[in-house]
């Protein structure tokens, strides 16, 4: 049985955790003792009814407030697939929580009042669905019963967040009116918008084509470790532990390795579960080569015909997530796979006005901010473009005073 990993993200109050918890009730995917808490919260609808949003509501502070704080995890499955739902947060203030949501999901669930159409954080969100490269949007115009459940007004809000795909260059998108409150359109079509001819969501998320392994990426590596132990049982016994990000390796490949460009070919594929002929994305090897090279924790393994860039002066899309302000005199750490190495902001080439997505200048980067940026790094990184192949594209910022994350990185070019 299949994944899909798919995220909800929107505006505060736009209702993504009451739809997460609402299909979770009517999945039947409670445990009994959940179910029996949330009936005795003292958090209801104003109807009187219990207010499932308190089922991604894990901290205190998200409880008293009701709002989501965190990105909240949650897992359910039905007959036809396994489910992974990432609830982020839509107030302003975290969303660089939703940058961690998003980074991992398939699919993408846009949430839009019905009440109140597409706003700023509708375009945050899904500028940032877009920077993500997730490749399946689906867009639900909640609260419907709040307007009546109009045509009129979802019809709107449709062509209103079609233009922003336009622009933004999202190519899949799905609309499904719903309401997350009453249960309209979550796991059954609602006959209550009979001029909604599609399906539910539920029946969207268990049909829409999962993201198979891309067998035509390049094969990719990062070495976690480099395996010694130097023992009498194993006195020459040296291997490369790693995931494959991307691609496939063979025994008998030619590889490359990055950043020195010493190539040799693969011996033997060492997993777990024994030998393998083959490892493919998101295995995680010991690999063996035939030759002896100087190779370190932070290293990329690629396969040697079709290697990624190596560079130190990189081109990136930044997306900045601390309070103080980026700081381009600064020294900061980079975290690209298993390499870190210290960096520098060498430029703000831009930053993006997320409400008119206009490209402007700018001398500083704040909390939430976006744009692109030129990067300087003490060490070359072998990466590859973001657009091309996002497994080996991404990147963080850490402040090398707190050892904080303070930055997500798309790298786009060497420069």
């Known amino acids: 049985m299949d994944i899909l990993k798919f995220l909800t ?16 009730y009517d999945t039947e995917s409670i445990l009994q003792d959940q179910l029996e808490a949330i009936q005795n919260s003292n958090r209801k609808n104003d109807d009187g009814t219990i207010d499932l949003a308190i089922l991604t509501d894990g901290l205190k502070a998200e409880r008293e407030q009701g709002i989501t704080i965190d990105v909240a995890y949650k897992y359910f499955q039905t007959d036809k697939r396994k ?17 961690t949501g998003a980074s991992n999901a398939d699919l993408a669930i846009i949430l839009i009042d019905a009440r109140k159409g597409v706003i700023e954080q509708t375009i945050r969100h899904s500028y940032l669905v877009s920077l993500l490269a997730i490749e399946h949007v689906v867009v639900c115009v909640n609260k419907m019963d709040m307007v009546d459940y109009s045509e009129e007004v979802f019809d709107k809000i449709h062509a209103d ?22 249960g309209d359109n979550i796991v059954t079509v609602s006959e209550k918008m009979p001029w909604y001819k599609e399906k539910s969501l539920l029946d969207h998320l268990e049909t829409v084509p999962v993201r198979e392994m891309d ?60 030998d393998h002929a083959i490892a493919e994305e998101g295995k995680s090897i010991t690999l063996h080569l035939e030759d002896e090279i100087d190779i370190s924790r932070g290293d990329t393994i690629s396969e040697a015909d079709r290697a990624p860039i190596v560079s130190n002066l990189i081109e990136a899309d930044i997306c900045w997530m601390d309070t103080r302000e980026l700081d381009t005199s600064a020294t900061y750490f980079i975290q690209h796979n298993s390499k870190v190495t210290k960096c520098k902001i060498q430029e703000i080439l831009y930053k ?18 976006i744009g692109r940026v030129e990067i300087k790094t003490a060490d070359e990184l072998a990466f590859d473009p973001y657009d091309v192949n996002k497994r080996n594209g991404g990147a963080i910022i850490i402040d090398s005073r707190t050892n904080v994350t303070v930055g997500a990185l798309m790298l786009r070019a060497a420069l």
């Open 215 to 274: 067998c035509l990426l390049p094969a990719r590596m990062a070495v976690q470790w480099v395996v010694r132990p130097q023992t009498d049982e194993l006195h020459d016994y040296r291997g490369y532990a790693g995931r494959v990000s991307s691609g496939a390796f063979k025994v008998g490949d030619s590889i490359k390795v990055l950043p020195s460009g010493m190539r040799s070919k693969i011996k033997r594929l060492e997993t777990f579960e024994g």
């Open 9 to 24: 993200a929107g505006s505060v109050d736009d209702g993504k955790s009451t739809l997460i918890g609402r299909m979770l």
């Open 83 to 99: 489910f992974i739902i990432a609830d982020t947060p839509g107030h302003i203030q975290y969303t660089r929580n939703m940058v």
């Open 352 to 369: 993006v006005n997320i409400n008119t997505l206009e490209k402007v200048n700018a001398d500083f980067f704040g909390l939430n901010d």
């Open 161 to 182: 967040y079609h233009s922003l795909a336009v622009k933004l260059n999202i190519h899949e998108v799905t609309f499904i009116p719903v309401s997350a409150l009453r």
